[in-house]
């Protein structure tokens, strides 16, 4: 009985390639078994058949008769005709197993990413792309040669399979004339069957002995195409094992090709940022070394400007004197002679003198204007407030800082009664340092509490809210929070102190205020503070620590509708011009609301 045919790719199921070895086999088997039995895999209903297939797999492999038996059948049977530009493959036909290519798979090459620009290669980079290069070429070209004997191992598998066809067919034409011979001389007396002539059986004896000859010839004809099936078998076993070994090889030059193109970038990378590095710090110390020059000249400057005022000064100092001494001679000499004479006879000296102080006066300005601001202050009643600005504060604007520099030489049409606009700048930074003075902390801030505020608002109130101009009593209607009520009702207490229990002795944290308390709260001390007949430093501290406040939180009004963000500011110009004689800073805030007085006032001419 002829054994069944095979209907499964055995290799597939141990996931091994036709050219694997018995150890190959082997392990494969082991490793499978031991991840497909049925009781590792109770949840899986195919567990069991899948688990019978891999035993008959490694059973048929592992048998070199059986093996070659189903390399001729199943694989023959399995590969296509040959086409132009066909790709062989072959697949499992359960459905529970994964398809796969046999070794005679013509791999498709892969398409090459186009227009990929190389990564910048290095010495090291370079050799070993040079060396995978040569490995590929080498590869390519065993490549080709394995697909060569691929064919050739599927030709003679194919010429084994015919002359296997043949023999079976002489063998079946044997044993129907052996039977045919039995049957006639078992029933040689009773048989009906006709007596063979001379001549058939001549014929058939030629028959039979062509086709023992025919056997004999076919037997050798495939022990020599067995004999090239090993011989390629071997070949391609070799071919695919250095194959392998090749492309390990080309992976590790690959690896380190990368590796050395890596390094490369660092080591360039490192390069570059010491060089960025050192650039800096050659810009830095160009910038120290300028800022060191420009001082240097500052102070040159300083002393030569010193230097003319204090020549100009003795200069003066000896005219004065010898005007003196000229005078004296001349009343003496009236005396004696007893004629009254002016001591102011000699006209020359007289204009020389007047130009000379003149320009005394001119010279004492400009150092003044450079050197003021400059040194420490040195008023007493600062106290223990801590170092005074050595420059303008930016209270608002980089502009605000150079006009403030400039106010000394600018002329001022200013319509305040008793105002002198040559001298009224000056004169309000002597009266009032505060806003020229650092920014005091938390623990150096004057320090209030809520009774004397409250005192503060109702004098504000009942005395100097009626003596404010026209358009500032409009804005404190116009504004809400502005109101007597609400700033009463902002300042009042919610829970009495715990240091003294009484709500109205909690001092006072200006940092927690809002803008409309920190106006109000500076409008009223100042006012207060001018209403007082001796003059309290502490007590105008108290505006000053406030307002600066206001001007820090200025960009809190961004976020707030023009109904009253327009007032407020309008409210902090009018402070910074009559109180703290800041008129460009006070310029500065009403050019950054323009745009939103225009849109209030075209938004209540709408109303209208």
Same mark, same amino acid.
């Given at each position: 009985?002829?054994?069944?045919?095979?209907?499964?790719?055995?290799?597939?199921?141990? %996931?091994?390639?036709?050219?694997?070895?018995?150890?190959?086999?082997?392990?494969?088997?082991?490793?499978?078994?031991?991840?497909?039995?049925?009781?590792?895999?109770?949840?899986?209903?195919? #567990?069991?058949?899948?688990? =019978?297939?891999?035993?008959? #797999?490694?059973?048929?492999?592992?048998?070199?008769?059986?093996?070659?038996?189903?390399?001729?059948?199943?694989?023959?049977?399995?590969?296509?005709?040959?086409?132009?530009?066909?790709?062989?493959?072959?697949?499992?036909?359960?459905?529970?197993?994964?398809? /796969?290519?046999?070794?005679?798979?013509?791999?498709?090459?892969?398409?090459?990413?186009?227009?990929?620009?190389?990564?910048?290669?290095?010495?090291?980079?370079? #050799?070993?792309? $040079?060396?995978?290069?040569?490995?590929?070429?080498?590869?390519?070209?065993?490549?080709?040669?394995?697909?060569?004997?691929?064919?050739?191992?599927? %030709?003679?598998?194919?010429?084994?399979?015919?002359?296997?066809?043949?023999? &079976?067919?002489?063998?079946?034409?044997?044993? !129907?004339?052996? =039977?045919?011979?039995?049957?006639?001389?078992?029933?040689?007396?009773?048989?009906?069957?006709?007596?063979?002539?001379?001549?058939?059986?001549?014929?058939?004896?030629?028959?039979?002995?062509?086709?023992?000859?025919?056997?004999?010839?076919?037997?050798?004809?495939?022990?020599?195409?067995?004999?090239?099936?090993?011989?390629?078998?071997?070949?391609?076993?070799?071919?695919?094992?250095?194959?392998?070994?090749?492309?390990?090889?080309?992976?590790?030059?690959?690896? &380190?090709?990368?590796?050395?193109?890596?390094?490369?970038?660092?080591?360039?990378?490192?390069?570059?940022?010491?060089?960025?590095? $050192?650039?800096?710090?050659?810009? $830095?110390?160009?910038?120290?070394?300028?800022?060191?020059?420009?001082?240097?000249?500052?102070? !040159?400057?300083?002393?030569?400007?010193?230097?003319?005022?204090?020549?100009? &000064?003795?200069?003066?100092?000896?005219?004065?004197?010898?005007?003196?001494? !000229?005078?004296?001679?001349?009343?003496?000499?009236?005396?004696?002679?007893?004629?009254?004479?002016?001591?102011?006879?000699?006209?020359?000296?007289?204009?020389?003198?007047?130009?000379?102080?003149?320009?005394? =006066?001119?010279?004492?300005?400009?150092?003044?204007?450079?050197? %003021?601001?400059?040194?420490?202050?040195?008023?007493?009643?600062?106290?223990?407030?801590?170092?005074?600005?050595?420059?303008?504060?930016?209270?608002?604007?980089?502009?605000?800082?150079?006009?403030?520099?400039?106010?000394?030489?600018?002329?001022?049409?200013?319509?305040?009664?008793?105002?002198?606009?040559?001298?009224?700048?000056? %004169?309000?930074?002597?009266?009032?340092?505060?806003?020229?003075?650092?920014? /005091?902390?938390?623990?150096?801030?004057?320090?209030?509490?809520?009774?004397?505020? #409250?005192?503060?608002?109702?004098? *504000?109130?009942?005395?100097?809210?009626?003596?404010?101009?026209? *358009?500032?009593?409009?804005?404190?209607?116009?504004?809400?929070?502005?109101?007597?009520?609400?700033?009463?009702?902002?300042?009042?207490?919610?829970?009495?102190?715990?240091?003294?229990?009484?709500?109205?002795?909690?001092?006072?944290?200006?940092?927690?205020?809002?803008?409309?308390?920190?106006?109000?709260?500076?409008?009223?001390?100042?006012?207060?503070?001018?209403?007082?007949?001796?003059?309290?430093?502490?007590?105008?501290?108290?505006?000053?620590?406030?307002?600066?406040?206001?001007?820090?939180?200025?960009?809190?009004?961004?976020?707030?509708?023009?109904?009253?963000?327009?007032?407020?500011?309008?409210?902090?110009?009018?402070?910074?011009?009559?109180?703290?004689?800041?008129?460009?800073?006070?310029?500065?805030?009403?050019?950054?609301?323009?745009?939103?007085?225009?849109?209030?006032?075209?938004?209540?001419?709408?109303?209208?």
């Amino acid at each position: 009985m002829a054994p069944p045919p095979f209907t499964i790719d055995y290799y597939a199921v141990l %996931e091994v390639p036709q050219t694997a070895d018995d150890a190959t086999i082997k392990s494969a088997y082991r490793r499978l078994a031991r991840l497909k039995h049925p009781d590792k895999n109770e949840n899986s209903p195919q #567990a069991t058949v899948e688990f =019978q297939i891999l035993q008959a #797999a490694y059973a048929t492999l592992s048998d070199t008769s059986q093996r070659r038996r189903f390399d001729r059948q199943y694989l023959a049977a399995a590969r296509p005709k040959k086409c132009p530009n066909a790709r062989w493959h072959f697949a499992s036909s359960q459905n529970y197993f994964a398809s /796969t290519q046999n070794y005679f798979t013509h791999e498709e090459p892969q398409a090459k990413p186009r227009h990929v620009r190389p990564p910048p290669q290095t010495d090291k980079s370079r #050799a070993y792309g $040079a060396k995978s290069d040569q490995l590929d070429r080498e590869i390519q070209h065993m490549e080709a040669t394995k697909r060569k004997l691929q064919g050739d191992h599927f %030709e003679t598998i194919r010429k084994i399979n015919r002359k296997e066809s043949t023999l &079976r067919r002489l063998q079946v034409e044997d044993d !129907q004339d052996a =039977q045919e011979d039995a049957l006639r001389e078992l029933f040689s007396g009773y048989s009906l069957l006709p007596e063979l002539s001379a001549e058939e059986i001549e014929a058939r004896n030629r028959r039979a002995s062509g086709r023992r000859t025919g056997r004999i010839v076919l037997e050798t004809a495939l022990r020599k195409c067995e004999s090239d099936l090993d011989a390629i078998e071997s070949r391609l076993n070799i071919i695919s094992a250095k194959i392998q070994e090749k492309n390990v090889k080309r992976d590790v030059l690959n690896r &380190r090709k990368e590796e050395a193109r890596l390094v490369e970038k660092e080591a360039k990378r490192a390069a570059e940022e010491a060089r960025r590095v $050192a650039e800096a710090r050659l810009a $830095a110390k160009e910038v120290v070394r300028a800022e060191r020059e420009r001082r240097e000249r500052i102070r !040159q400057d300083l002393e030569e400007r010193k230097a003319r005022v204090e020549q100009i &000064r003795r200069a003066r100092q000896d005219l004065e004197n010898r005007r003196r001494e !000229q005078q004296e001679k001349n009343a003496e000499r009236d005396w004696a002679t007893g004629r009254p004479q002016t001591s102011y006879r000699d006209v020359s000296v007289l204009s020389r003198l007047t130009g000379i102080e003149s320009r005394l =006066q001119a010279l004492e300005g400009e150092g003044g204007d450079g050197t %003021e601001l400059d040194l420490p202050s040195k008023d007493p009643t600062q106290g223990n407030r801590g170092p005074v600005r050595s420059t303008i504060p930016d209270l608002h604007t980089a502009s605000a800082q150079k006009m403030l520099h400039c106010w000394p030489r600018i002329r001022l049409n200013l319509t305040l009664p008793g105002v002198i606009s040559t001298t009224f700048l000056r %004169e309000s930074d002597a009266a009032d340092p505060w806003l020229l003075e650092t920014a /005091t902390s938390s623990h150096d801030a004057p320090q209030i509490f809520l009774w004397q505020v #409250a005192d503060a608002m109702d004098h *504000f109130y009942a005395m100097s809210y009626t003596d404010l101009p026209l *358009f500032v009593s409009e804005l404190f209607d116009l504004c809400k929070p502005l109101s007597h009520s609400s700033i009463m009702r902002s300042f009042t207490p919610e829970s009495p102190s715990p240091n003294t229990g009484s709500p109205h002795s909690a001092p006072i944290d200006f940092e927690r205020l809002s803008i409309p308390q920190l106006l109000l709260l500076s409008l009223a001390k100042t006012q207060l503070a001018d209403d007082m007949v001796t003059d309290n430093s502490s007590a105008r501290s108290v505006p000053a620590h406030a307002f600066t406040i206001v001007l820090q939180k200025q960009w809190v009004l961004l976020s707030q509708p023009d109904e009253e963000r327009v007032p407020l500011v309008l409210m902090t110009a009018y402070c910074l011009v009559y109180f703290w004689a800041r008129p460009f800073h006070a310029l500065g805030l009403l050019q950054a609301i323009d745009p939103a007085i225009k849109g209030y006032s075209l938004k209540h001419l709408g109303h209208e």
